[in-house]
Structures are given as C-alpha cells and as structure tokens.
C-alpha cells in the first residue's frame, strides 16, 4: 500500500470483529511501530497487548471512565447522539479483540520529557499506518487517562519510572467509518521563505 493512500484512507475505528489477527501481523504491526523515530534514539517507550480474559478485565477497568468523560464531552459542546456513542464505545471498546497499552519513560528534564512524548506520538502513528495497511482497524484512546490514569498502570503493572501515554483498540473493522471533515488547509499552512 502507498504510504500517501494509507494516510489519507486511515479511520479510527470504533466497531470490530471478534477475530484476532494471527500473530504474524500483530508481529508485523508492531515491528513497523517500533521503527519510529525517537528522540536521540532513546527508544523510550513499552509497548503492552492485551486479548482474550486479560483484555476483558482491562475493557472493564477503562469502561468505568464513562462516568467521569460525559461532563467533559457536554462542556465541550459534543451533541447528544455524539456522547450517547462514545458511551456505547466504552462499555466493550467495540468490541476490539486487542488492546495495546503505550507507555514512556519519565523523565526529570523537560525537554527530555517533551522529546519522549513526541517519540510516543511517532510510535503511534507507525502502528496506525502500519496495521491499516495489513487491513486492520485502530482507535488511538487518551480519554480513559483523564479519569483512570493511575489504575490502568496499575493493572498494567506499570512501574514508577513510566507514564501511560495512550490505549489503542485493534482488530478487523466491523465498518467503514466516512472520512471526517478536514478544516482548511490554507488556515492551518504557514509558507515563508518561499517567494
């Protein structure tokens, strides 16, 4: 696949397939992921998969967060139907037979910090890009942070010394989401220097 199509023909996916993809592709997956740039190549980041029981109690755990996200989606002018989906989402994260958990390094140095965050960014990117290409759907998660943060590392096991970034949902898209509109490009495009 053309690395300008998977871009522009990427969805975040909120409605899966029960299947989970054989481990070869989520071998593939990851790999790709793991080709991100970081910052001075620290590679600064843990990647965690999660199916079968261990994802139901996770999907649980993070399912709880609902209650915490519908103020913040009604303050943010989110309609009705908007917030009764995202509800829905929540509750089994559609149905997503794999979750992916990403954490990073702490690190005391602000910019250290920011490059860290970044690298995460690039990471996820790689694993969108990279698991649509082999026809896999994804949701890139911060929401349940906001409210769970501390139990879903927690859960996870994760250390002190690292900091959940992200969740990501994964599996065989149950549907085709339309693509969102993009706001203007001209509005968001700054060229200087090129007269």
């Known amino acids: 696949m053309d690395i300008y199509e998977a871009i522009h023909q990427r969805r975040s996916h909120r409605m899966y397939?029960?299947?989970i993809p054989p481990k070869e592709v989520l071998d593939r997956v990851i790999d790709a992921a793991l080709w991100a740039p970081s910052g001075v190549n620290a590679q600064a980041w843990e990647i965690t998969l999660m199916a079968g029981k261990v994802r139901d109690k996770f999907v649980e755990l993070v399912?709880?967060?609902?209650?915490?996200?519908?103020?913040e989606l009604q303050k943010a002018g989110v309609p009705e139907k908007g917030r009764e989906f995202v509800m829905k989402f929540f509750k089994n994260l559609g149905g997503a037979p794999v979750v992916i958990a990403v954490t990073i390094s702490k690190d005391p140095d602000p910019g250290m910090q920011m490059a860290n965050i970044q690298s995460g960014a690039a990471l996820f990117q790689n694993l969108l890009l990279a698991a649509h290409a082999e026809g896999l759907?994804?949701?890139?998660?911060t929401g349940p942070l906001?409210?769970?943060?501390?139990?879903?590392?927690?859960?996870?096991?994760?250390?002190?010394?690292?900091?959940l970034?992200?969740?990501i949902t994964l599996g065989y898209p149950d549907h085709q989401p339309?693509?969102?509109?993009?706001?203007?490009?001209?509005?968001?495009?700054?060229?200087?220097?090129?007269?």
């Open 178 to 195: 339309p693509m969102p509109p993009k706001k203007d490009v001209a509005r968001k495009t700054r060229w200087l220097g090129f007269d």
């Open 17 to 19: 397939k029960p299947e």
């Open 146 to 163: 906001k409210a769970r943060a501390d139990e879903i590392a927690a859960f996870l096991g994760v250390p002190q010394e690292l900091e």
């Open 165 to 167: 970034v992200a969740i």
């Open 63 to 71: 399912s709880q967060a609902t209650k915490y996200l519908l103020p």
């Open 137 to 141: 759907g994804t949701c890139w998660m």
